[in-house]
């Protein structure tokens, strides 16, 4: 067993884990943080999706051991300080961008992360960022418009298209 | 009241907050104190005799506490089938044992063999590799059509053959429709492949048995559509519990797509093992494991003729299909290319004749079961490339042809046996070819022409029947269920109100859409109404969600609770107001004298109910709470208009789906924000399977496309915006809210509108192709492009028979 300390959500944690326990078992496993969800065993599917130092990363393809030390955000820590959804979350309810949540978690992280660096992309680059997170229920449709909206560009609203 | 939350509005979706903030339940974030894990060890052959099993090096590793085979399941029964089909022989459909861990023989890959239950999840896992089963690999029947051969190997020695049924439908009108074939002036013939999915939802199964020994309870925690339906068959007929010691809970579900409505085998074993135990099991289904143990779905091989007189006037129907069953017979699987298949064979249209006929056939593969749509999807796309097909072959216009023989008087008596009672086919179609901008469609074909693309339209026109259904009827076609839907409205006496409903959300957002109905019906807020749903110890006896019933079945259900409590609650405010129960009004949460100005509200008469002083107790009971099952008088039949638009490459085959536009009539809508949800979650499903989606078996039975690297799911970059319309409606004539359901017509509708646009594109580019079985990948629209003689054909091996069309070779994933 290998003992590992890290920050999860702003705060520090720690725990044992052994060398093959994939940071996305740490997580829901010992952390507790069950939003990140795991839909694959292939890396395809970006239910696992949370932020490793600022960057998104698929939580089942690395190791826990790996991220000795490193500043993670799960879904659970993405609402604003005063615990109201933040401006992506807040999107993704306004334009009906989830069905059964199952892959929402993934969404908002990725979708996070595409703002932190492009503030005000096209359908295309959103709809190429999220490439790696499959959505069996909305047809990607709701989630592109939730991304542009929390972009701050002009949507249709829903149900008056 | 003002339509800020009622009836036809968006509110935002209340279950939302909790998905998005990570703190939703679903059944993998249940873990139970001292709780054990169970891993699967499954075969990887197709089908093999089981001539033992070794377990005595895996029994030794660390963590071990028990491994499980066939021989613990010795008094408990096998999974049952919940429908039974009747052959044209007049003999019902051969129904083979379908053991909880495989007895004697593997049948497909992925039957499960033997569990072993550890301390942990690694621990399972490494003693699962260490089991070790001796199996004598037995030749594996892939092909339907080769399975029926007299010297096939059979899936179930103990069966005379591997023909599940051969059922004909309508019996009767077999002789005239063949006549009339025969007569016709011009009959159009094709064959094809509804290619097998699978449905994949983003959550894999999970199940977690718990056993309290003080009360000699079983709790069953299961990703379910149904947690009624799981409770009465695993008690009923595998464990032998009775209803009241058994509970079974699906709480948050990600997703189910039908694949979630049916009792596996796992969940049996959760809940049997935990008894054994006396500590909570859990299993959870990895993605690997799901594509060979979810229930498969579509599967079908059918040849189609279509009969029209010299006046284009479609007079006959007659089609022959092979339905894939798998290995074992899932919960519904029989009614599927039946009841759910054959009754849709009129589609939009007058056909004055039909005549269906299947023949089910055991295979060695995965069961097949109900796949969004289950059936319909499989009647629309024959109906509506057949169509499609005619209209080439004589030269008119596909949507000509359509609205020449669309049905038109309502209520329709079809001569599949269903009776459509309203629809606008023409209206639907008219909102199509508006949205679609269909008069704009040659100017972009031209820009296409121009970059070097082809570009093509296609349409299709569906029907469905959802809201299953009534149950007598049911009944006599050999369901084993009824299918009604059950709610209890339970007013609290501050006057809020938990409505628990038998329907189930696995997506669709009831907590949301329910409680509008109801905030409707009482002029309250809907902050007011809580939805409670999945849990058997919560809700009464219900037959949850699939088919779009939830609120054609489900809301009916609940209306009528509301109906009853609103009925007792006048007559306790005529009490208070001391005023005829005949002139009481409940609007806007008031309670008010007709022609008067007295009123009480809405809290004050349900504190009444529960404080019952001032109170009629010599005719009325206190308290304020009513119970309601539904029974449907018929199907609903929604319908719509899809149309398709896409750009082929003309070197690589490459297929773009540049617009897709869809006009549904849903009847009357409660949520247009979800309802516009749901047609494009199933449009996503639909066009997928027409272009990248297909589970492939090879000759050995072999399972290849078994993990998200050879089963093409649609991802975000596949898929255009959308345009969806609802405003054809056409309200239900027969439940009290008029509204039909949604949830399968995008699935349904949009496969043959993707396919005809393909050819469409292929035709008007001057490449005279006639078909292309689904997936239409870039390999088999260049294949096909290349001259029909390479069309690269379905993976199913029966699509490759001699005797089907094109000389088609062997498919890939
Ligand atoms: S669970 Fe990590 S990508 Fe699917
Ligand atoms: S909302 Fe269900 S998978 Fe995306």
Known sequence: MIKIEMTVNGRPVSGEVEGRTLLVDFIRQTLLLTGTHVGCDTTQCGACTIHLDGEPVKSCSVLAAECAGARITTIEGMANADGSLSSMQQAFQDYHGLQCGFCTPGMVMAATALLEENPTPSEAEIRHHLEGNICRCTGYHNIVKAVQAASGQDVTPVAAE | ?813
């Open chain 2, 1 to 813: 009241m003002p339509k800020d939350g009622g009836i036809g509005t968006s509110p935002k979706r209340r279950e939302d907050v909790r998905f998005l903030s990570g703190t939703g339940r679903y059944t993998d974030d249940i873990n139970l104190h001292g709780q054990a894990y169970a891993v699967f060890v499954r075969s990887d052959v197709a089908h093999g005799r089981l001539n033992g099993i070794d377990t005595e090096a895996a029994a030794d590793m660390p963590g071990v506490i028990r491994i499980f085979t066939a021989r613990d399941f010795e008094g408990c029964g096998g999974v049952p089938c919940g429908w039974q089909i009747t052959s044209r022989d007049g003999n019902v459909m051969q129904e083979p044992k379908h053991p909880i861990l495989a007895e004697g023989k593997v049948r497909h890959v992925g039957d499960p063999i033997a569990v072993v239950v550890a301390e942990t999840l690694a621990q399972a896992r490494d003693a699962a590799e260490a089991v070790m089963p001796d199996i004598e690999d037995l030749p594996a029947i892939v092909d339907m059509k080769a399975a029926l051969a007299d010297d096939a190997p059979k899936v179930h020695d103990e069966l005379s053959s591997n023909l599940c049924y051969d059922w004909g439908f309508v019996e009767e009108n077999r002789e005239a429709v063949d006549r009339a074939i025969k007569e016709a002036a011009h009959v159009t013939t094709l064959e094809l492949v509804n290619n097998r999915m699978i449905a994949n939802p983003m959550e894999p199964r999970v199940a977690v048995g718990d056993y309290a020994a003080h009360s000699d309870e079983s709790t069953l925690y299961t990703t379910s559509q149904n947690p009624h339906v799981i409770r009465l068959l695993m008690g009923a007929f595998v464990l032998n519990i009775p209803e009241h010691k058994l509970r079974v809970v699906a709480p948050d579900v990600g997703g189910g797509f039908g694949t979630k409505i049916f009792h596996y085998a796992e969940e049996a074993f959760c809940t049997f093992a935990a008894k054994q135990l006396r500590r909570p099991v859990k299993w959870t289904s990895t993605r690997s494991e799901a594509f060979m143990s979810d229930a498969h779905g579509r599967d079908h091989v059918t040849k189609i003729e279509l009969a029209l007189d010299e006046d284009n006037n479609f007079t006959a129907l007659r089609t022959d299909t092979h339905a894939n069953m798998g290995a074992y017979l899932s919960t519904f699987a029989p009614s599927v290319p039946t009841w759910l298949h054959g009754t849709l064979m009129a589609g939009n249209y007058k056909t004055p004749l039909v005549y269906v006929n299947v023949k089910a056939v055991f295979t060695n593969t995965v069961p097949v079961d109900a796949y969004r749509g289950a059936g319909r999807p499989e009647a629309t796309y024959q109906l509506e490339r057949i169509v499609d097909k005619a209209a080439r072959e004589l030269g008119v216009d596909p949507i000509a042809l359509r609205r020449q023989n669309f049905i038109t008087e309502f209520p329709y008596q079809t001569p599949v046996a269903v009776q459509y009672d309203t629809g606008d086919y023409h209206a639907t179609m008219d909102k199509l070819l508006d949205i679609a901008d269909h008069a704009g469609f040659e100017a972009r074909a031209e820009e296409s022409r121009k970059k070097g693309k082809l570009r093509g339209f296609g349409i299709s026109h569906y029907i469905e029947a959802c809201g299953i259904a009534p149950s007598n009827l049911v009944g006599q076609l050999g369901a084993r269920a009824g299918l009604y839907e059950s709610a209890t409205v339970r007013v609290n006496a501050t006057g809020s109100i938990s409505v628990m409903t038998g329907s189930h959300s696995h997506g669709q957002g009831h907590e949301t859409t329910f409680a509008q109905v109801i905030a409707e019906m009482i002029g309250i807020d809907a902050d007011q109404v809580d939805i409670v749903h999945g849990d058997t110890a919560r809700t009464p006896m219900g037959m949850g969600t699939y088919g779009s019933r939830s609120i054609a079945v489900g809301g009916s259900a609940m209306v009528r609770a509301a109906e009853k409590v609103i009925n007792k609650a006048k007559k306790i405010a005529a009490h208070l107001m001391e005023a005829s129960e005949g002139d009481i009004e409940l609007k806007d949460g008031q309670f008010t004298v007709a022609g008067t100005d007295k009123s009480v509200a809405w809290g004050d008469v349900t504190l009444a109910a529960y404080v019952p002083h001032n109170y009629p107790l010599e005719e009325i009971e206190p308290g304020l709470e009513e119970t309601a099952f539904y029974d449907p008088a018929n199907f609903t039949y929604p319908s719509g208009g899809y149309g398709c638009e896409v750009e082929v490459d003309s070197e690589t085959g490459l297929v773009e789906v540049v617009g897709f536009a869809a006009a549904d009539d849903f009847g009357n809508v409660i949520n247009p924000m979800i309802v516009e949800g749901q047609v494009h979650g199933g449009l996503a499903q639909g066009i997928g399977q027409a272009l990248w989606e297909n589970c492939a078996y090879d000759a050995d039975g072999q399972l290849l496309s078994a993990s998200y690297m050879d089963y093409a799911m649609p991802r975000s970059t596949d898929l255009p915006m959308f345009k969806v319309d609802h405003s054809c409606v056409t309200p239900c004539t027969h439940n009290p809210l008029g509204v039909k359901g949604c949830g399968e017509a995008g699935a349904i509708g949009s496969p043959p509108a993707v396919v005809n646009a393909v050819l469409d594109a292929l035709n008007r580019g001057g490449i005279a192709v006639d078909h292309i079985d689904m997936p239409l990948s870039p390999a088999r629209v260049w294949a096909a492009m290349q001259g029909a003689g390479a069309n690269l054909g379905a993976a199913q091996p029966a699509a490759r028979s001699e005797d089907t069309a094109g000389g088609r070779s062997v498919g890939t994933p």
